[in-house]
């Protein structure tokens, strides 16, 4: 029941390709955005679609696979766990919220 406790699950479309940063501590990461869309009919019975963007974070190999397997507008099924930080800029205390890859599934080929 652990690997509950912290666990999300998402099926969506890459925003943009993974972008590939190499740290000098011989560390790989990659990131990139993940759009999903939830489609439902208003009070009006007028469809909607509501888009949601999500910070998906990859390291080592798995940060590699990704660079190498991604592009922008694939679906694909992603499984990690949440993760929320802070950092400061400019003197202003900024919050994130990412998704640490644990796994992915490609579930469409790859665009040109």
Request: glycine residues 8%.
């Amino acid at each position: 029941m652990n690997s509950l406790r912290n666990s999300v699950q998402l099926i969506g479309r890459l925003g943009n390709s993974p972008e590939v940063r190499n740290f000098d501590s011989g560390k790989t990461m990659a990131t990139f955005s993940l759009a999903t869309n939830e489609v439902y009919k208003n009070n009006k019975g007028e469809k909607v679609t509501d888009t949601q963007w999500h910070n998906i974070v990859a390291w080592g190999k798995k940060a590699e696979l990704a660079a190498s397997l991604l592009k922008k507008g694939q679906e694909i099924a992603i499984e990690g766990k949440l993760v929320n930080r802070n950092y400061e800029k400019e003197g202003e205390k900024r919050y994130i919220t990412e998704i640490n890859m644990n796994e992915m599934l490609i579930m469409s080929p790859k665009q040109n």
